[in-house]
């Protein structure tokens, strides 16, 4: 079918396109004094380039869509819910909520300022691009990031089989209760990472903050660095070689932990099994050589 092209028009009206298909809008403003709503809803096969959204709820059950080179202003609320083959390049989305329940995404050089974005969403690329938002990706699924930088809070809970290549996280709590998860060479920054997860690894990541990696099960890292770690690892199960110094280790429940250097170990409660190798071989111990080799 023939892809229609409407460009260069403004549209302020209620559902001012929808039901549309194969259509192709540019240089086209969703913007005006009728405020009307849900501007693509019920679409397919439709790509936005070079366009201004400044109204409520543009894409709604559409399937097949393409923005590109486009914004989304603070007004632009709840932008995408449950759509489906979504290719978002080079745009600005700044309205609260602007993913939700959609599936096979990708995003690339995007810029996100939305607080709870991209819940309960299934198969998302992300890459090369900025967000700040709070509760970030709540409860998605099949996930795989390379070169996404992040401020928020809350980051990450609940999320099932995920992927993290070159990130970089400034937030608390991310992770929580999060299960099949993989981090590279990346650099989080926050509290309390990553509490009751289940199947976390992180490999050459540095970790920065207070509290991190407690509750966890099946946890390891391979090769990480810590900075102002303390309180770290309380009843996790856990396979890890670090190698720089920690502040604290608490009562890890069970596995390895291989450090070259430790402020402090806590070990006050009896449950607490886990091993911390510290340093070179003293009085019979296995060496953190040997260690970070027998885990890695």
């Known amino acids: 079918m023939e892809t229609k092209v409407i460009e260069n028009q403004s549209f302020d009206g209620e559902r001012a396109l929808y039901g549309s298909n194969h259509i ?14 849900s501007a693509f809803k019920e679409g397919g096969d439709i790509e936005a380039a070079h366009c201004f959204f400044n109204l409520r709820y543009p894409f709604w059950h559409d399937h097949g869509l393409v923005i590109r080179d486009s914004e989304m202003t603070q007004a632009c ?38 607080p709870e974005f991209g819940w309960s969403v299934r198969e ?20 795989t990031f ?9 980051s990450f809970q609940y999320i099932k089989n995920a992927t993290f290549e070159n990130c970089v996280f400034d937030t608390k709590d ?15 920054k926050g509290e309390y990472l990553a509490w009751y997860s289940n199947d976390l690894t992180l490999i050459r990541c540095r970790i ?33 070689v670090i190698t720089t110094k920690v502040e604290s280790i608490k009562n890890p ?11 402090e170990l806590i070990l006050d409660d009896e449950n607490a099994k886990g091993e911390v190798m ?14 970070s080799d027998k885990i890695a």
């Not at 759509?83 to 995007?110: P, Y």
């Open 174 to 188: 991310a992770f929580w209760h999060g299960e099949n998860i993989i981090v590279k060479d990346s650099v989080i």
């Open 278 to 291: 510290i340093g070179e071989s003293k009085g019979g111990t296995a060496s953190y050589a040997a260690c």
């Open 253 to 263: 429940l069970s596995g390895r932990i291989c450090v070259p250097e430790l402020g």
């Open 146 to 154: 390379r070169g996404v930088k992040l401020t928020g809070k809350y």
């Open 77 to 114: 609320r709840a932008a995408l819910w449950y759509s489906d083959r979504v290719e978002i390049i080079d745009t600005k989305l700044h309205g609260i909520k602007a993913l939700r329940e959609c599936r096979d995404v990708t995003l690339r050089n995007c810029d996100i300022v939305s």
């Open 124 to 143: 998302i690329r992300m890459e090369d691009t900025r967000a700040v938002s709070e509760y970030f990706m709540m409860r998605s699924e099949n996930l």
């Open 24 to 37: 192709l809008v540019r240089n086209c403003s969703f913007d005006g004094p009728a405020d009307g709503e």
């Open 208 to 240: 920065i903050g207070t509290q991190p990696l407690c509750y966890c099960k099946n946890l390891k890292l391979i090769d990480c660095e810590m900075t102002d770690t303390d309180l770290a690892f309380e009843k996790s199960e856990v396979e890890a």
